[in-house]
């Protein structure tokens, strides 16, 4: 699929300056800082060079909506409308009248250029503090022309980077299940698409059930559940090959994978006798490991970020609880104990939260609590959403919600949703079909 | 009024709670309808039910988050066993289903115990296991497609399918 586009970056000018905005990410989006996104400038004959190979009018433009939407959507920036910018884009990538910017209240402002050179897509830009009327970061990068989105994204996260001092989650894409068809009967397939839900593709025709698909963070695999030849079984798939395998050779229903933090195992469930355990394989030398032994259901398995602990969900007190025990199965702990029912934990990438589904007097929740369960927090209350997935930067969830049905039946949607940490800035992520099971990959650079 | 109710309310669950002495965990399900069709919240009607001979029901029904089969279902299965001894060519698939008011992990590891249930009582009626498969869809093939008690309790279900 998506070949490995080699992307050159450099430093343009060491940064110096030291910054004196700075944006509390904790606050979520009480107070986005206003910035300014100034379109890239072109000269003519790159802009005709791109015009035809990418069939685009202006790709610097097409790219400075890409950093605006990102830093939009995001929560933490508020980009201003356009129509008030008082420089021209080349020159303001010169040098920018401060004073200009600072009329209009843009605290930060963001410049650029983009050339054709060699055939290649050549993007400089320049992260400028309004107030202090200083530079604060500038970059360069040369990728093919077909690239250029993935650049909008790198710029944006740079960005994010320079002005909140954590990692950016936009260069990363979302593996989900598209759902078509009657409730009773849905059709699914896997879906890929960028994070902000462009270069959607289906990998899978839709001729087998298929569900849960996690990304292996380590690299571009991923790890679902199937029902080929009706037999519901754990499989890999390598995105890049479409080469596709069954993972180990279990007598019954293999569920729930998601893989090791280093991406060397997939840990998973596995069903028989009507009680559910969790099992690793390691995909190297394919030894199967029993982890949990226990007449209840254990499934939904997560690794810490250090691969050290798991979290996963048991009934094994007579309802679904979340648990936390060591690598090796020892050491099990009940660490949910709040009123109603939990359910598919994930550990953050940060490590230091779990996130969780929640089932209490008919409604469900999306919410977080710390390792050991303190600090319970319900970010959203709906009817029914389940299944969340951490941004790579461990800032952002995202989840589906499904509607209720009217008394006929009728009305039934299932859409993917995103959501601060913070339980602020929640907005739906457009895809082309009902959507569900979402899995955050990655930074798909550095 | 309004008081009056509430008060009430909590009255029965404080009493609901020494009852069952695992409060707010179990029955999170509203049973609000009272249909004829459910008993408890188990489904007890036959609008989904199909039949594998002449009296022989193909599927069981099951309360919320269970996989303690009824008196109902327990003759359901004894009929279906004794269908199953008269035709020893047969093999059937037993489905386990769950409603939709759950996480989808789980519920598919609820559908595999309840069918697991049914399973073992047919062995238990002489049916060899090697004439059973058992297969779970979870929450992901409901018979229908409400939002309500009564749709969910058409979906908890163990659905015996001949598999030749």
Redesign the interface.
């Known amino acids: 699929m998506t070949k490995k586009i080699l992307i050159l970056l450099f430093i343009l000018i060491p940064i110096n300056a030291n910054a004196l905005i700075e944006v509390d990410i904790t606050r979520g989006n009480l107070n986005p800082l206003p910035l300014a996104v100034s379109p890239l400038s072109i000269d003519e004959k790159s802009r005709k060079g791109f015009e035809k190979i990418l069939k685009k009018e202006n790709i610097g433009s097409e790219i400075s909506k890409i950093v605006e939407n990102n830093l939009r959507t995001s929560g933490l920036f508020n980009p201003l409308d356009k129509k008030a910018f008082l420089q021209a884009p080349d020159i303001a990538n010169l040098k920018p009248r401060f004073e200009d910017w600072n009329l209009i209240k843009a605290q930060a402002l963001i410049t650029g250029k983009v050339n054709y050179v060699d055939d290649k897509l050549r993007v400089e830009f320049r992260l400028w503090d309004v107030l202090a009327a200083k530079e604060m970061m500038a970059l360069a990068f040369t990728t093919v022309p077909n690239n250029w989105r993935r650049v909008g994204h790198i710029i944006s996260d740079k960005v994010y980077e320079r002005l909140t001092g954590e990692k950016g989650y936009f260069d990363t894409r979302i593996i989900y299940v598209s759902e078509e068809g ?5 059709i699914k397939k896997l879906a890929i698409m960028d994070q902000d839900g462009a270069n959607n593709k289906f990998l899978t025709l839709g001729n087998e ?1 298929v ?2 698909p996690r990304f292996n963070p380590a690299s571009q695999m991923v790890t679902y ?1 199937s029902y080929f030849k ?1 037999m ?1 079984r754990v499989y890999l798939l390598d995105i890049e090959t479409g080469t596709q395998e069954v993972v180990g050779d279990f007598p ?2 293999t ?2 994978p998601r893989f090791s933090p280093d991406g060397k195992k997939i840990i998973m ?1 596995f ?1 028989k ?4 355990d969790i099992y690793t394989m390691d995909l190297e030398n394919r030894i199967v490991e029993k982890i949990t032994n226990h007449q209840s ?1 254990d ?2 398995p997560s690794y810490s970020p250090d691969g050290k602990y798991i979290t996963f ?1 048991s ?1 094994r007190s ?3 609880q979340i648990y936390v025990m060591k690598n090796d199965g020892s050491d099990v702990k009940r660490i949910s104990f709040g ?3 939990y ?2 934990p994930v550990w953050s990438p940060r490590g230091d939260l779990i996130a969780f ?1 929640k ?4 409604k469900f929740y999306i919410g977080v609590m710390r390792t050991d369960g303190s600090g319970e927090r319900l970010l959203t209350e709906n ?2 959403q ?2 969340p997935s951490w941004s790579p930067n461990g800032r952002v969830l995202i989840f589906y919600r ?1 509607t ?2 009217n ?1 006929k ?2 009305g ?1 949607s299932a859409k993917l949703w995103s959501i601060d940490l913070t339980g602020y800035n929640e907005r739906q992520i457009k895809t082309p079909t009902d959507a569900s ?1 979402p899995s955050w990959s990655s930074l798909l650079s550095n | 009024m309004r008081l009056n109710k509430i008060l009430k309310n909590t009255l029965l669950v404080l009493a609901a709670c020494l009852v069952l002495s ?1 409060c ?3 029955k ?3 049973t609000d309808i009272i249909t004829g069709q459910m008993q408890g919240d188990v489904y007890t009607g036959t609008d989904t039910v199909e039949y594998l001979a002449d009296g022989v029901p193909d599927r069981v029904f099951f309360a919320t ?1 269970e ?1 303690i089969l009824t008196t109902a279902s327990r003759e359901t299965l004894r009929a279906q066993a004794a269908w199953l001894r008269k035709n020893p060519n047969i093999n059937v698939v037993l489905e386990g289903h769950a409603d ?7 519920n ?3 559908g ?2 309840r069918a ?2 049914a399973k ?1 009582y047919l062995m238990t009626y002489g049916i060899s296991s090697d004439r059973i498969t ?3 869809y979870g929450k ?9 008690p009564l ?1 969910w309790s058409k979906n908890r279900r163990s659905v015996t399918v001949k598999a030749n």
């Open positions: 009657p409730k009773t009967q849905r059930l569900l849960t559940l009706n519901p019954g229903m569920f729930a469930s069903a006798d009507g009680k559910s259901i499934t939904s969900n009934d007579g309802y679904q009123n109603g029912l359910g598919t589904t089932l209490h007097k008919g009817y029914y389940e299944a499904e209720k049905t008394s039946g009728e039934f099971d | 695992a707010a965990t179990k999170e399900v509203a988050n996989s939709e008011r759950g996480t989808r992990e789980y598919l590891a609820l595999e115990r697991n249930a073992d058992v297969l779970s992901e093939r409901p018979v229908d497609s409400g939002s309500n749709a």
